[in-house]
């Protein structure tokens, strides 16, 4: 199949669903597509950059992040101010179960080398461990939703949120002290951006705000993996009433709705075909393998539940919690960062133990 053939046929879909559906939701599939291009087309992610600040000190990933970040931000706090009533930002609650659900998802995404979007990217893109992860991760969404409540029970504060003109300037000046301090323990000559990196930011960021524009709220993605496994255990019969977080009105509407009517879902959908567009186009899809042990792959498994289940509790993921909460104001977001970043050096510390290093 010709590479324009595979072009001209995700754009039909995208107008298939614009007419469908409405254009907001073909407009929001092509976010997601773009999503995936850029971040699997620029060699682009979370996860990554900051096993390299860890191992090699090397900054230049993670400070990418951080201006892509504060793009995000000075286009999202003005939205926000103007337009409260239709647009919402990613805040959330800081409480006992999101700092320990941040630091085991830290630590999962280092086992499996994937983040919420970075295990969507590398599934679409054809990589055996992402994509076992995939189907695991959405049970353990499902799951962390299940009970969050009860998480929530343990201990919480107040949502606080950083807003107006005097709140982008404590998130712009936090953002630079964090890339600061990776500069002083970076390599040297590590905060030198590369250019695909540079050109990660602009699409990422400028996605991200068109993002918020269309869809009324920040770029997520953990939400949709467990709504997929939701209206498959409703599809089968089961009673979710149970749960406080899938009985609300706005989730049980949902549940029943089109997956192709829910914002994350559309967006999630987009990153996986747009991720599989660029190896497809580079090399066709698929990946070697390896010759990984048995207890690796059972330890992505695992892993793979401990994403979902620790970023429901985490309120995000790296996308999230990270990303869209600092980028909108919420001081969950930092905590967020803090505790997935001292996880994420456990993950790191895992992998050799159960036989996920030195092998392709």
């Given amino acids: 199949m010709s590479r324009s053939v595979v072009v001209v046929g995700l754009a039909v879909l995208v107008l298939a669903l614009a007419m469908a559906a409405g254009p907001r939701y073909g407009a929001l599939l092509a976010i997601g597509m773009g999503f995936g291009l850029a971040l699997e087309g620029f060699r682009f992610g979370f996860t990554g950059p900051w096993r390299r600040m860890m191992l090699h000190r090397d900054a230049s990933g993670l400070l990418a992040q951080l201006i892509c970040i504060a ?6 706090f003005p939205m926000l101010a103007s337009n409260g009533a239709e647009i919402k930002g990613a805040h959330a609650p800081i409480g006992l179960a999101m700092i320990g659900g941040a630091f085991v998802f830290g630590a999962s995404m280092q086992i499996v080398m994937g983040c919420g979007s970075g295990t969507l990217v590398n599934a679409g893109s054809g990589n055996a461990v992402a994509a076992l992860a995939l189907p695991f991760f959405a049970i353990g969404s499902f799951g962390g939703a299940y009970h969050l409540t009860w998480w ?16 982008l300037a404590i998130t712009l000046a ?30 990422l960021a400028g996605l991200a705000i068109l993002h918020l524009m269309i869809a009324g709220q920040p770029w997520g993605v953990v939400y949709g993996l467990g709504l997929w496994v939701a209206k498959g255990a409703v599809a089968f019969g089961a009673d979710l009433s149970g749960s406080p977080f899938w009985a609300a009105p706005g989730n049980v509407e949902r549940v029943a709705s089109s997956v192709l009517t829910d914002v994350t879902s559309l967006t ?28 690796a792959w059972i330890a992505v498994v695992i892993a793979g539940l401990f994403l979902g289940y620790s970023s429901r509790l985490a309120f995000g993921c790296n996308i999230g ?9 919420s001081a969950h977001g930092w905590v967020w960062f803090v505790a997935a970043f001292v996880g994420s050096w ?3 510390k895992l992998r050799p133990l159960l036989g996920l290093e030195g092998r392709t």
Avoid: N
């Avoid at 201990?155 to 950083?162: A, I, N």
């Fill in 71 to 76: 793009i995000v931000a000075m286009a999202a």
């Fill in 152 to 167: 929530t029970s343990l201990g919480s504060l107040p949502v606080v949120v950083l807003s107006g003109t005097s709140g």
């Fill in 268 to 295: 999630d959908f987009g990153l996986i075909f747009g991720a599989a567009l660029v190896a497809w186009w580079r090399s066709g899809l698929g990946a070697p393998i390896g010759t990984y042990p048995v207890r």
């Fill in 174 to 203: 936090g953002l630079l002290a964090i890339g600061g301090v990776a500069i002083f323990f970076g390599a040297k000559d590590s905060w030198r951006i590369p250019r695909r990196y540079w050109m990660a930011v602009a699409a």
């Fill in 321 to 329: 919690a990270f990303f869209s909460g600092i980028g909108t104001g």
């Fill in 346 to 348: 456990f993950g790191i």
